[in-house]
């Protein structure tokens, strides 16, 4: 962890705003490691669940992967969004020619796995999901979005909290190449600012960013660290362009394409070195990490850092409805903490 990052997750005040979750975390994670390697899915209408399946049920699995095997699926999954729906009869079949066994409901899942992938591309169901999962105390992966909005991905992080049970949320494009080794201060050295790009496809039910840009932003706060003061966004049709200032007065950008080929990638400025952020280095790397997590029950990425990631694209929506004047991280965040779900 960089020295940013640990300075900003001591004094934060979104650390205060953010559940007050770091202390709970050791608690959890001694009481919730994987009792067994059952896997089971939830939503088969993204691209990520078959490559997942296929990894981890191929005759010959990478050794890193443990033994841990998908047993068992809900196919739903995204019931009103074409892209995504369109899916999954296709994907279904896919999984059930790798051995999964295709159930009807998110209780009959649970009944037959130990650890939980949630990987319904439509992010509205996800509480619900979740919540589920998290009540029969099943370790859970969260693939992006977390939730729908940021309201609800506090919600799951409260939630997880309640029931005590370890969640993990990532985009991969966190591990993508030399990101890992850029944020931890080894190839550029003290990070002094970035920029990052990414597709930027937009899907009228969730936030602009909830659905794709996600990836680009994640990679931004991966090299910068937590700590985001305010962000400024410009939209037009085919582009935005997202400013972030941090606390300690350093710059960030993302810019999301809606034009030209589907590239991600950055440049991260350090005081060392600049470096070249990128290509996208497939599923195996996070897929690595996500086995990692239900090994141990402890998650690589903070609650913080994540409701942070969902701040900064909250606050970027609300930058667009003002026509680009800069929002702060902390007023979005103290706006959702007001109309806070109680989870029950």
């Not at 078959?50 to 010959?60: D, K, M, Q, R, Y």
């Not at 050295?189 to 790009?197: P, R, V």
């Not at 966004?233 to 085919?238: L, P």
């Not at 350090?270 to 997590?293: M, Q, S």
Request: hydrophobic share 40%.
């Amino acid at each position: 962890m960089d020295i940013n990052r640990r300075k900003f997750i001591r004094t934060s005040a979104i650390t205060g705003i953010g559940l007050g979750f770091m202390n709970a975390l050791p608690a959890m994670n001694s009481k919730n490691k994987a009792a067994g390697k059952r896997v089971g899915i939830i939503g088969l209408d993204t691209s990520h669940s078959t490559a997942f399946v296929e990894a981890l049920n191929s005759p010959n699995p990478d050794a890193v992967y443990d033994g841990y095997k998908v047993v068992v699926a809900y196919p739903y999954g995204s019931k009103t969004i074409k892209s995504s729906y369109e899916r999954i009869p296709d994907y279904t079949e896919q999984v059930k020619k790798l051995g999964v066994v295709i159930v009807n409901s998110v209780a009959e899942l649970l009944d037959k796995v130990d650890v939980v992938m949630l990987e319904t591309n439509d992010g509205r169901p996800h509480l619900e999901q979740a919540l589920q999962v998290m009540k029969a105390g099943k370790t859970l992966w969260i693939d992006k979005p977390v939730a729908g909005t940021l309201i609800d991905a506090m919600a799951v992080y409260d939630a997880a909290k309640k029931y005590k049970v370890p969640v993990f949320s990532a985009s991969s494009l966190r591990y993508a190449t030399n990101v890992q080794e850029t944020a931890n201060g080894t190839s550029a050295g003290k990070i002094l600012g970035a920029d990052t790009f990414s597709p930027c496809p937009l899907e009228s039910t969730h936030p602009d960013f909830f659905w794709y840009g996600i990836h680009g932003i994640e990679i931004l706060i991966t090299v910068m660290g937590t700590g985001c003061k305010q962000v400024s966004r410009v939209h037009t049709e085919d582009t935005d362009v997202v400013t972030g200032l941090w606390k300690d007065n350093r710059i960030g950008t993302f810019r999301g394409n809606r034009k030209g080929p589907n590239e991600y990638g950055g440049t991260a400025f350090g005081d060392r070195a600049f470096v070249h952020l990128g290509p996208y280095a497939g599923y195996e790397p996070l897929l690595k990490e996500i086995i990692k997590f239900f090994q141990t029950g402890i998650a690589p990425v903070s609650p913080e850092e994540t409701l942070e990631i969902y701040a900064f694209m909250e606050a970027a929506d609300e930058s667009k409805r003002r026509g680009g004047a800069a929002v702060t991280l902390d007023d979005v965040m103290k706006k959702a903490l007001a109309k806070k779900k109680i989870v029950h």
